[in-house]
């Protein structure tokens, strides 16, 4: 089916038409077209003509009104201030346009596909082998996940990519400890995968790195195993492969728990660009993009210069040989460029490594792998904080574990489910609570813009009131009870209704789906989609206050209001699944 024309495209027509009528050298003007607290819709853009016609603007705005077809889409409009407009729309039209929504056959809601896809790589869920997750990877997870499916709902061929920490001195310190100290490596680890295994692992990274740090000739020890590992050392290489594999298992068990599909394939971590970073090198150098300085490959910039006003340069590879993040990530813009053939590259990265990646881009910019024709952005986002305001950490000082804080919320969200269940059983309350508990994290997450900071309150995240998506979600299940008890009575549209003003409030922000969705997936910004949600239940909220929907006055304002219903839970449905968060039938 094609994209239904939304009321706000309609209406703009409309007044451009009356516009270029009125004033034929303003044939191409932007009405400035906005939705009004005083009416549907307040043009804004006639003062801006008037002044460059020299013509009186209220005078001008008159006149336009004269020339604006009324009828089917507009039903009124005024002249307001010195040369505003304020636009109604007709009450047939609002039922109408949902009607085609609803009606829409591949149940996209008439949301259009965009005009010129193209191809999109994502870099996001970037957990660490042989490292616990903590509450610091939620954010990339969760942010990327979201902006992946806006972008494929959009028709945008998504390449996901997760660059796991999976290279470098970490392993040959890690394999290397290991080595002299094989008692430590819990026996019974070769029966456990998953949780357990992750935490052994874990424990003997953190007694590794203590010793690296205190230890020069182990230091040294293991800076060689660094080199065999590299040089394809086969005992060292099968070492690491383990480490990999039980890692593998283990990320898989966290996103599992986190609603995510995380595929195998889409796993290309540091190492996947090993046999680049020589070329990545000897290209930047033949070209003058990056040149020796003490030793080490580097690129300089003017604009960034240290405490001591000297240049600080993107190093590429160390005076000793060793590759740094910077080569890694540059083979990765030329794999994603040459080989992936991306439009756009999009990195779901803490802003705390955004000069990191100024660098990178401008460098990558320099080779002229990345241009016109190509960007990359960074999606820096912020920390997640306790409730006192500070970053996230245990009373002991640690970093919060990643599904410590899932458990938690599932387990404070499946008490809230009980409360309120009346006739689920145990397995349908462990399910629910598992669906309402990720849901209040992402929502949490989501509706904050990316690059801000937010306070986790797990409280607050499972309130059935305010903004979270428990609110959410029990609005839509709401609707599903209400659908049910209507039994026999469809919902139905009927255009010949007037409509009363909660019922035109709502229906007009249902309209709005798919001008949000676009603005969304356009600015890679959940937190925009989030909002319109949030605004929809608050909506249907007030309608179900106001409107008898079961009780109304006529069979037909029965049908009718059940197709109000209807079609507010599936744009709920279709928004929240674009946040990757579940809506129950029941709660």
């Known amino acids: 089916m094609a994209s239904v024309t939304s009321l706000t495209s309609a209406v703009h027509q409309r007044l451009a038409s009356a516009l270029s009528a009125a004033l034929p050298e303003a044939a191409d003007a932007d009405p400035l077209l ?19 016609a020299k013509a009186n603007p209220r005078e001008l705005a008159t006149q336009v009104v004269g020339r604006v077809v009324t009828g089917d889409v507009i039903g009124n409009v005024e002249v307001s201030g010195p040369g505003f407009l304020n636009i109604t729309v007709t009450d047939q039209a609002i039922t109408e346009n949902l009607a085609a929504r609803a009606a829409d056959a591949e149940g996209r809601l008439g949301v259009p596909y965009t005009e ?3 191809t999109t790589v994502i870099d996001y869920a970037q957990p660490n082998v042989a490292k616990e997750m903590h509450v610091g990877h939620l954010r990339s997870a969760v942010i990327g996940d979201s902006v992946v499916k806006l972008l494929e709902f959009t028709g945008e061929t998504v390449i996901r990519r997760h660059h796991i920490g999976d290279w470098g001195t970490q392993f040959g310190m890690l394999i290397q400890y290991l080595d002299e100290h094989p008692h430590e490596l819990d026996h019974k680890a070769a029966e ?42 086969p005992h060292t290489l099968a070492m690491w492969q383990k480490f990999v594999d039980e890692s593998k298992i283990y990320f898989f068990s966290v996103f599992e728990k986190l609603d995510m599909e995380i595929r195998d394939p889409d796993i290309v971590g540091e190492s996947g660009y090993n046999d680049m970073l020589a070329e990545t090198c000897r290209l930047l150098e033949e070209s003058g993009v990056a040149v020796r300085s003490e030793g080490a490959l580097c690129v300089f910039f003017d604009d960034i210069k240290g405490p001591d006003g000297k240049p600080v340069p993107l190093i590429v590879q160390k005076s000793d040989g060793g590759y740094g993040y910077a080569a890694t990530d540059l083979s990765a813009i030329r794999d994603r460029v ?133 609110y959410l979600q029990y609005a839509y299940a709401r609707i599903q009870s209400i659908l049910r008890k209507a039994g026999d009575v469809r919902p139905s549209p009927h255009p010949e209704l007037a409509l009363t003003d909660a019922e035109r409030a709502l229906g007009l922000h249902v309209d709005a789906f798919a001008e949000t969705v676009a603005e969304a997936a356009a600015e890679y910004a959940p937190h925009k989609m989030a909002a319109y949600l949030y605004q929809l239940a608050s909506l249907y909220t007030s309608f179900y206050d106001k409107c008898p929907v079961l009780k109304a006055q006529t069979p037909e304002q029965v049908q009718n209001r059940l197709f109000l219903c209807d079609v507010t839970a599936r744009t709920l449905h279709q928004g929240m699944a674009l946040l990757g968060i579940r809506t129950p039938e029941r709660l």
């Open 34 to 52: 906005r939705r009004s607290d005083r009416a549907d819709f307040q043009a804004n853009g006639i003062l801006a003509l008037a002044k460059k």
């Open 116 to 118: 010129r896809p193209g």
């Open 192 to 233: 456990v995968t998953g949780e357990e295994a992750m935490s052994n692992l874990d424990r003997l990274y953190k007694a590794a790195r203590k010793l690296f740090d205190s230890d020069e000739e182990f230091k040294t020890r293991a800076r060689r195993r660094v080199v065999d590992l590299q040089a394809g050392d």
């Open 338 to 470: 040459f080989n992936l053939k991306a439009n756009s590259i999009i990195y779901v990265v803490d802003a705390r490594q955004s000069l990191h990646f100024k660098m990178v881009f401008e460098t990558a910019r320099r080779a002229g792998w990345l241009n016109d024709d190509v960007k990359a952005y960074q999606l820096a986002f912020g920390t997640v904080l306790g409730k006192d305001g500070k970053p996230f950490k245990t009373r002991e000082g640690e970093t919060v574990r990643l599904v410590d804080l899932l458990d938690e919320a599932i387990d404070r969200a499946s008490a809230v489910v009980r409360e309120k269940a009346q006739d689920l059983s145990e397995e349908e309350i462990a399910e629910r609570g598992a669906q309402v508990g990720i849901g209040a994290v992402k929502y949490a997450d989501l509706s904050t813009s990316a690059n801000r900071d937010y306070k986790f309150d797990l409280d607050q995240m499972v309130s059935l009131n305010g903004d979270t998506s428990v």
